[in-house]
């Protein structure tokens, strides 16, 4: 306890919780005004008509082993009608979390110096998470591993100095936390092995290796048996989307990714989006940035090189672990979407918390490693930069980021549709009470057509605590609007009945049947039916059309009827079930329903 009191009165600590709680404050402006949007209402629905157990935890989500994330979307979908506070805070505690966790590895390895502000004042503000930050369906999966990957490194390293079981167990727990968040924890592992091979023991590499391997085996044999078992059970449950690899999609992305998005991103880019499919939009700097960042970058690396020894090891880890991340995507959504899946920071979420890491062991000697950086004597260059200097550059790039982050949101605040589409769903049916709808297809930019049947009303209000109905007949038929009110609904004219023979009443209809031709013949297809009437009482019509005959509720005065039927026919035969009753009938319009403008 008290150890604890020291480590939080500590000066560095205290100013590290500083920027901690402004990056939650800036974080909880972004993401509280913003909505869910696509794959956030498909994981809903799926919680939604599932039942909770382990089944629906294992079920791979678009290609996601994801049961950390299917525990989350299933109690979003307890909490009440589309539950963004509860969504908006699970991503906020997450973002906690992982800020804490950053913090407390930096400290752990390289000690409470002021120094480990620099790389993580620049995590906290980098861009590469904000889009995983902003879509819910990709923060319930990539934050949490972001917390595994800090919380397993600064256990490992405590295990390395210790060799105390506690630690080891701390690194299983962290690395499981990854797994059951997103497939791309495993790469922690790779992460893992580098620290001690690279720092904990010198050799050759083969030297180096069977160090590891001889006094760490006991930790060593069962991550390889537990890696193993899952690659195999997602290799063989998890269906793949992608098969074969183009190779001037692998080219495209290695321009994007490695040559544009990356370096920009590190250095508080990219500094102008590319609006391609709002609230979704991809990093666009301009390519005199590109380049200068290029050069920053170039001189930032050969300055450590020469004036720190092993330096070149940490950029090693950030080279190899960004080349497998480069693989990953451009086999994978590379595949599909070309240059643009490498200008989407939403795939190198976990590159930003490596970055965090490397800037550490390129700057700062690791504690209690033989092989740390540390400063080169002689020194092969004389030329130092000012601790004044730094701290300049950690602010611009700092500043840089945030306002990055800043023009990214914007997006999401003002240009997703959902955002205003649904809740105006919701008020309208609120609003209604008990309402007979039409189904009908979403707005693309709402949920686009590959999400469907869930982008059909009859799918997608399962999510809305409303009253409603998609009947086969009703009096008053509704629909949404292109803006999400809740008007009523027509019915398009593709065919139409002929003229009545009464000029005063069209088709006048009491008990016996009467046969009302169309202008033409339907083809076999779901359509809607709407019979206008003027009836003298309250009654009922018996409609047949082809071979369906369904009996519909009339009340007395002007009004209509919809029906809904399948297959084919050319005329509609009405009879009255009340003798008393008089019912004429001057219309019947055949077609599909359209919300009225």
Request: charged share 15%; with cysteine.
């Amino acid at each position: 306890m008290g150890r604890g009191r020291e480590t939080l009165g500590h000066p560095v600590i205290q100013v590290g919780l500083a920027l901690w709680a402004l990056q939650l404050a800036l974080r909880a402006w972004m993401v509280y005004p913003s909505y869910f949007f696509t794959d956030d209402y498909r994981l809903l629905l799926d919680a939604e008509s599932s039942r909770f157990g382990l089944a629906y935890l294992l079920d791979p989500f678009d290609s996601q082993f994801m049961p950390l994330g299917r525990l989350m979307a299933w109690l979003v979908s307890r909490s009440g009608e589309l539950a963004w506070g509860v969504a908006a805070t699970m991503t906020l505690v997450w973002t906690a979390l992982s800020g804490l966790a950053c913090l407390l590895m930096l400290a752990t390895l390289f000690g409470r110096r002021w120094a480990i502000l620099a790389p993580y004042a620049i995590y906290l503000s980098s861009v590469i998470t904000i889009p995983a930050t902003m879509w819910w369906a990709a923060a319930i999966n990539q934050i949490p591993t972001q917390v595994a990957l800090f919380v397993a490194i600064t256990c490992w390293v405590q295990y390395l100095r210790t060799s105390r079981v506690g630690w080891a167990a701390g690194t299983f727990g962290a690395v499981f936390l990854g797994l059951l968040s997103y497939v791309k924890a495993l790469l922690i592992v790779p992460v893992l092995a580098f620290i001690p091979l690279a720092y904990f023991t010198t050799g050759t590499f083969s030297e180096r290796v069977r160090w590891l391997l001889r006094n760490h085996w006991r930790v060593i044999a069962p991550s390889t048996a537990i890696v193993a078992a899952y690659s195999l059970f997602y290799v063989s449950t998890v269906p793949q989307p992608f098969t074969g690899t183009e190779s001037t999609k692998v080219t495209q992305v290695a321009d994007s990714m490695l040559g544009t998005s990356l370096p920009t991103a590190l250095l508080g880019g990219p500094w102008r989006w590319w609006d391609t499919t709002p609230p979704i939009v991809i990093a666009q700097p301009p390519a005199w940035l590109v380049h200068a960042a290029w050069a920053v970058l170039a001189l930032l690396i050969a300055y450590s090189v020469l004036r720190r020894r092993n330096a070149w090891t940490g950029w090693l880890l950030l080279t190899l672990y960004s080349m497998t991340a480069f693989a990953l995507l451009a086999t994978s959504r590379g595949q599909e979407y070309g240059a643009f899946a490498g200008l989407d920071y939403r795939y190198l979420t976990d590159v930003a918390g490596v970055v965090a890491l490397v800037t550490g062991l390129v700057f700062l000697p690791l504690r209690r490693a033989p092989l740390s950086s540390r400063p080169r004597w002689p020194t092969a260059l004389r030329v130092t930069v000012p601790p004044r200097a730094v701290v300049v550059v950690v602010g611009a790039i700092v500043t840089s980021g945030i306002v990055s982050g800043v023009g990214y949101v914007h997006y999401w605040h003002h240009e997703n549709a959902g955002a205003t589409f649904v809740p105006r769903m919701v008020q309208g049916l609120r609003a209604a009470g008990d309402v007979d709808l039409a189904n009908q297809e979403l707005p693309g930019t709402v949920m686009p057509p590959y999400t469907s049947p869930m982008n059909q009303t009859q799918e997608f209000t399962r999510l809305l605590d409303a009253d409603v109905d998609f009947p086969d007949v009703t009096t008053r038929l509704r629909m949404f609007a292109p803006d999400g009110e809740l008007v009523d609904a027509i019915v398009t004219s593709d065919l139409a009945s002929l003229p009545g023979p009464r000029g005063d009443c069209g088709w006048l209809v009491r008990t016996r049947p009467v046969r009302i031709p169309l202008t033409g013949e339907t083809f076999d297809w779901s359509w809607w039916v709407r019979v206008g009437y003027l009836s003298s009482d309250d009654t009922a019509l018996r409609v047949s059309l082809g071979d369906l005959t369904r009996e519909v509720p009339v009340t007395s005065g002007l009004g209509s009827v919809f029906l809904r039927v399948e297959g084919t026919f050319d005329s509609v035969v009405v009879q009255s079930a009340a003798e008393e009753a008089t019912v004429c009938i001057d219309r019947i319009d055949v077609g599909q329903a359209a919300p009225l403008s």
